[in-house]
């Protein structure tokens, strides 16, 4: 069994994801988030060097208002048809931060 190495718990996030980048701009699909971070699937600029910043917009589920998060490639790993991306958020905004808690504490925002 490995040793869990993050400081957040993650949870689940099945959203569309718009990652944008010094090449230009993809839809990607989100796996996971935490306060820290956040893990998708699909990038059309994989593989890149760790420490990569890229700009992320998503909207958190029953959240109407989007997040734009600056994210630093931690990981990348291409596979045969995708990728898979781990990015750790960058100076992220302490408002921003309290939605991802409060996502990851209750689950979606009541509509």
Do not use: N
């Not at 060097?49 to 998060?69: I, K, N, S, T």
């Amino acid at each position: 069994m490995g040793i869990e190495r993050r400081r957040f718990s993650r949870v689940p996030l099945d959203v569309a994801v718009i990652e944008r980048g010094h090449r230009g701009e993809a839809r990607v699909k989100a796996h996971d988030i935490s306060e820290e971070g956040m893990s998708y699937s699909g990038s059309w600029f994989a593989p890149r060097v760790d420490g990569q910043e890229v700009m992320l917009e998503f909207h958190l589920p029953g959240d109407p208002q989007p997040l734009r998060m600056l994210g630093a490639l931690a990981d990348e790993r291409c596979l045969a048809r995708t990728s898979e991306t781990c990015v750790v958020f960058v100076w992220p905004r302490q408002e921003d931060l309290l939605r991802i808690r409060r996502f990851i504490s209750f689950g979606p925002v009541p509509a």
